[in-house]
């Protein structure tokens, strides 16, 4: 009878071996790759990097994000109009920042004294607070983008 003919392995148990080494080895080294990209673009973290944007300092940054809905419209709405008619007519720059149409409205405020400026704050953080996608920062770096 002839059965060797019956069972013949494609693969010996050696050929499986070094194929699930060489399949680690090279996970490993992609992932080392990546964690020394990673390393290396984050070897100044307090300093914020863009492609050709300027850096901009705000006293003030109200945030407008999105979870695959797109911002509050109209709470954008009441807020930039809060800003456009308040009394003391604070300086602003929107800044576009993603494709559902986040945006940061961005303040310096020298327009106002301390406690303007309290006040100006915490009418904006009551309006935010009506609204889950909306945040209100203080003292953040943003960037222009061209």
């Known amino acids: 009878m002839y059965y060797h003919h019956i069972y013949k392995p494609k693969f010996s148990i050696m050929k499986k071996a070094a194929l699930v080494i060489l399949a680690m080895l090279s996970l490993t080294l992609i992932n080392c790759k990546t964690k020394s990209k990673a390393t290396a673009s984050n070897d100044k973290p307090n300093k914020t990097v863009a492609d050709d944007g300027t850096k901009i300092q705000c006293r003030l940054v109200v945030s407008f994000w999105s979870v695959a809905s797109g911002i ?3 709470k954008y709405d009441e807020i930039e109009a809060f800003i456009k ?4 007519k604070p300086a602003y720059e929107v ?3 993603g494709r559902e149409g986040e945006k940061d409205i961005c303040l310096s405020l020298k327009e106002m004294n301390k406690d303007e400026i309290k006040t100006f704050i915490d009418d904006l953080n009551k309006m935010a607070k009506t609204s889950d996608r909306v945040r209100v920062t203080e003292n953040q770096e943003r ?3 061209p």
């Open 72 to 74: 509050d419209g109209p």
């Open 85 to 88: 008619n308040h009394a003391k």
């Open 95 to 97: 800044i576009p920042m």
């Open 143 to 145: 960037i222009k983008r």
